[in-house]
C-alpha cells in the first residue's frame, strides 16, 4: 500500500520491526539438524531428484541454515545495528535512547 500523504513539511520516516523469534527458531532447526531429523523420511518418499535420500536432505537443510545465517547475520549487521547492540543488555527500548542520532 501507498504510504499516507505528508501532513507537513517534515518527511516522515517507515520504521520496520523484525520479530526474530520463529526465523530465529525455524534457522536454529535446520542448523542442528532438527528440522532434518523430523522431515527427512518424509521428503525423501517423495522421490525428489533433489532429495535421493534421507542424508541427502540432511545435507541440504544444514546448507539451507548456513544460508540462512549468512543472510539473517548480513541483514542484521547492516541494517539492524546488531554490532553497536551485541553487547547491548538494556531491558526496555527507552534504555537504548542513548544509540539514536535522533535522524
Given at each position: 500500500t501507498a504510504p499516507p500523504p505528508?501532513?507537513?513539511s517534515s518527511a516522515s520516516k517507515d520504521v520496520l520491526v523484525w520479530d526474530l523469534d520463529e526465523t530465529l527458531i525455524c534457522f536454529q532447526s535446520f542448523l542442528d539438524g532438527r528440522f532434518a531429523m523430523t522431515n527427512a523420511a518424509t521428503i525423501a518418499e517423495q522421490k525428489s531428484a533433489d532429495f535421493q535420500d534421507e542424508a541427502a536432505?540432511?545435507?541440504e537443510c544444514?546448507?539451507?541454515g548456513e544460508g540462512w545465517?549468512?543472510?539473517i547475520l548480513h541483514v542484521s549487521d547492516t541494517h539492524l545495528f546488531f554490532e553497536e547492540?551485541?553487547?547491548c543488555e538494556e531491558m526496555s527500548?527507552?534504555?537504548l535512547n542513548h544509540f539514536d542520532d535522533h535522524e
Open positions: 505528508s501532513s507537513g536432505v540432511i545435507r544444514a546448507l539451507l545465517e549468512k543472510v547492540l551485541e553487547e527500548a527507552s534504555d
